[in-house]
């Protein structure tokens, strides 16, 4: 062996044992080079077995693509861009370029600067057989490789669109592209684009999200008629939701804020059930992802669980956002559910991305309050058409002073605050609004019925009373005059 590739075994060893490489990232790295059964594996024979096919000295078995996908094949973009970086430093990129002209097997997730997606060998044999299949998913780029994610973000097949598409066809990531494909050595590739966000390609024209003139929220957001259920009834005619608005929920544990953005979620698409209505979910229980995966179909929902790690639930929270903002760039009107906003902050406080800002009280570093600002920050009135409503869940009062930090950041980006009221919750009054405490922010516009109600009537009623007598009325109208009684 070469003393360059002695000195890169050992370096490649010592990073692979890091505490930074865990174990289902060497799993999934492993699968994808070609190791033979990597879940049956301990550690260091994974890390040796990826040092020897890496060297050439262990001969990758061919990926199999039949049978059930496999769990997890993720591998944190960190992990991929430091093989990479020691595989150049150490000039084990040399041998592929020379082997590259005789033999097409090296994958874009491993040597993004020596392989070109653009020049992948077709097998003209199958061209007739998978053309006219029509595949979709969300742009997304990814180890310096434009793919096409299926659109829940979990497992799936993954799609190579060259760079040449994504140039003529003006694409952006998070754009939901549907296109024509063909097979290449190794996976799909597309080669020619159908439509971009359900809109037919060339029939249509967007502006530029980040650089679009907001404005303040003006119209109301619909519910279903037909649903009186009291927590519906309370932002129909009490403090409605507005297109555009930055709305979070803050509430302590156990006050029912999940099962209310739940209902808001559902009575939103009962009254449309083509509307532009999305479910992020973060570090959430499997019981809750199987509430609303019964109800929201494919491609509306995004989920991680406990069972996945920080950098999973933040690649899930910003491939869901890039997603709404493309539909909003074409006119719609989106409605972003999050829950919750706390859990987002933390994930992101978990990941590299977070690291050399300034640390602040239970280890919160203060990038990670900057990311999920953003996050919220996103939702706008767009004076060109087109909306971002995100309506988000943070925690309150849970004895961590964490908890806290993050919602009096989130309470500065929010323009309104949903209080739910822990007393109310201990006497099994749900929903739990404390109408008090319940506020829209600076430059919301309310009728002088709304203003009448909040500054006149709620203070003397209380929230227990008024949410009694909220509950036996049917009209806005009604509720108006029982109040002036």
Partial sequence: MLENEKQFKTAMIAYLSSSEVGTGDLRAYARIIGVKRPTTKKNNELIEEITAILLGELEPIEISHKGAPVKNDFVKPTVLDAINRLCKDYH????????????DNILPSLFPKVYDPTKLVLHDSSLESIESVVFNG???YFNNVYYLFPVDCRNGMKILVPDRLVESYALREGDVVTCHVVRGEKMLVATSVVTVNGLVVNSFSRTNFDEALPCYPVDDIEFAEENSSLAIKYFRWVTPIKKGQRACIIAPPKAGKS????????????????????????????????KFR??????????????????????????????VKRYVEKGDNVVLFVDSLTALAKAYNDTDASIGGKTLIGGMESKSLQYVKRFLGA????????????????????????????????????????????????????????ALKTKAGEGILATKEDELLRTNYLPKYGNEAFLSLLEKTNTKENLLELLKK
């Fill in 138 to 140: 969300q742009l997304t």
């Fill in 259 to 290: 099962h209310l953005l739940y209902e808001l979620a559902f009575a939103m698409q009962q009254k449309d059930e083509k509307a532009p209505i999305f479910v992020l979910l973060v570090d959430q229980s499997p019981e809750a992802v199987g």
């Fill in 379 to 434: 939702a706008r009135n767009m004076e060109t058409g087109g909306s971002l409503t995100i309506i988000g869940t943070a925690e309150t009062n849970t004895g961590n002073p964490v908890d806290e930090l993050i919602c009096a950041e989130l309470t500065g980006v929010a323009n309104l605050e949903i209080r739910l009221s822990g007393e109310l919750a201990s006497k099994r009054i749900y929903p739990a609004i404390d």
């Fill in 294 to 323: 019964r109800v929201f179909k494919e491609g509306r929902l995004v989920y991680t669980t406990y069972e996945d790690d920080a950098e999973q639930q933040v690649f899930a929270a910003e491939f869901l956002l890039k997603r």
């Fill in 92 to 103: 084990i990129f040399d041998k592929y370029e020379k082997k590259q002209a005789k033999d």
